[in-house]
């Protein structure tokens, strides 16, 4: 038989959900959430493109923080799973197959290969594991640049429009909406996988390694499923992008962008949602203001490519020395430290 709350214990329930609707933290989800929604509205052209990049750069980085932040694995290649799931849902779709199909294959394609050269890669750690993972996006994009069933270096072209139970996502809008929807499922995946009792088990493999062993934490699995999921995360954000550009080549995926998504990661804050979120705006505003002056009359074609350099490496720096945490975890260490009240003399 179910139980049935009191009166008081329903006043008491309900009492508590107003309060949680009143906290700062609830307050600043929904403010996040609906800023989201409205912003495909009123964008203006030449702003809804970013807006795209923004979200889609967001849901490689989620994956990517969940890597570096809980399982203590550094990845400077996880453009190549972007690669992947980008090609696997173009080929699909040109080959006459079902968009939807194509989309629903990336997040797959991209994390089966992950657990396969997972195996060898994850036996390596620290600068080892993040070299390797660069090799292999070099290796990745000299192959695919070579064949002629993905069209060498000239890439794949005339890729459909997405179109799923009738909807054709025809206009940039839609692919926002769509890339939105894609990021708040990949959030609440990594949410769930954090809160779980493997979750725990990560934040200690993260911390030590052997420690987490000894506790009888399954360390190798666990780095194989962190890295394989982060992976199909990258591949979704792939398959969404081969749809909205309808062109695909291995141009699209430079070694840059692999850097861009673990600055993105460190200047957030690695290990949580929020700074995964909150990297991935700053930094692709800031590129966007940057290859605006790069491309501005008079300044040399390499400017665009330079001053992402140069950026790059001050912000590091500049976060190592001021915010080593990140901007979200620093941030929230400032407002609880405001929020504590000061001891009486």
């Keep these: 038989m179910t139980q049935q709350l009191t009166p008081a214990q329903a006043r008491i329930s309900f009492a508590?959900?107003?309060?949680?609707?009143?906290?700062?933290?609830?307050?600043?989800?929904?403010?996040?959430?609906?800023?989201?929604?409205?912003?495909?509205?009123?964008?203006?052209?030449?702003?809804?493109?970013?807006?795209?990049?923004?979200?889609?750069?967001?849901?490689?980085?989620?994956?990517?923080?969940?890597?570096?932040?809980y399982?203590?694995?550094?990845?400077?290649?996880?453009?190549?799973?972007?690669?992947?799931g980008a090609y696997t849902a173009a080929l699909i779709a040109t080959h006459d197959k079902p968009t939807w199909l194509g989309l629903l294959a990336?997040?797959?394609?991209?994390?089966?290969?992950?657990?396969?050269?997972?195996?060898?890669?994850?036996?390596?750690?620290?600068?080892?594991?993040a070299f390797a993972t660069l090799a292999m996006q070099l290796i990745l994009l000299n192959v695919v640049g070579q064949q002629e069933w993905t069209g060498g270096d000239i890439g794949l072209q005339g890729v459909p429009r997405l179109t799923v139970a009738g909807y054709?996502?025809?206009?940039?809008?839609s692919y926002a909406y769509l890339a939105l929807g894609a990021l708040a499922v990949v959030v609440l995946i990594t949410r769930n996988v954090v809160a779980s009792r493997p979750g725990r088990g990560l934040r200690a493999l993260a911390t030590s390694e052997v420690a987490a062993e000894s506790a009888g934490v399954?360390?190798?699995?666990?780095?194989?499923v962190v890295f394989s999921l982060s992976a199909g995360f990258a591949g979704l954000a792939g398959g969404i992008y081969a749809f909205y550009t309808g062109y695909?080549?291995?141009?699209?995926?430079?070694?840059?962008?692999?850097?861009?998504?673990?600055?993105?990661?460190?200047?957030?804050?690695?290990?949580?949602?929020?700074?995964?979120?909150?990297?991935?705006?700053?930094?692709?505003?800031?590129?966007?203001?940057?290859?605006?002056?790069?491309?501005?009359?008079?300044?040399?074609?390499?400017?665009?490519?330079?001053?992402?350099?140069?950026?790059?490496?001050?912000?590091?720096?500049?976060?190592?020395?001021?915010?080593?945490?990140?901007?979200?975890?620093?941030?929230?260490?400032?407002?609880?430290?405001?929020?504590?009240p000061n001891p009486e003399p």
């Design 16 to 69: 508590d959900l107003a309060a949680r609707l009143r906290s700062p933290r609830t307050l600043a989800v929904l403010a996040v959430c609906a800023t989201a929604l409205l912003l495909p509205q009123i964008l203006s052209g030449s702003d809804m493109p970013v807006y795209v990049t923004l979200l889609l750069s967001a849901i490689v980085v989620t994956g990517l923080s969940m890597l570096m932040g």
């Design 71 to 84: 399982a203590g694995q550094v990845s400077l290649g996880h453009a190549s799973f972007y690669l992947i």
């Design 106 to 129: 990336a997040p797959f394609a991209a994390a089966l290969v992950a657990a396969v050269i997972g195996i060898p890669l994850l036996r390596l750690r620290g600068h080892q594991l």
């Design 168 to 173: 054709e996502f025809a206009t940039v809008s």
């Design 218 to 224: 399954p360390v190798v699995a666990y780095k194989l």
């Design 248 to 340: 695909v080549a291995p141009g699209s995926f430079p070694v840059l962008l692999s850097f861009e998504f673990v600055v993105m990661a460190v200047i957030g804050g690695l290990g949580t949602i929020w700074g995964a979120l909150a990297g991935a705006t700053a930094i692709t505003l800031l590129l966007q203001q940057l290859n605006e002056l790069g491309t501005a009359e008079g300044m040399p074609s390499s400017a665009p490519v330079v001053l992402s350099y140069a950026v790059y490496g001050v912000l590091l720096v500049l976060v190592v020395l001021f915010l080593p945490r990140g901007l979200v975890p620093s941030a929230r260490d400032w407002w609880v430290r405001r929020r504590r």
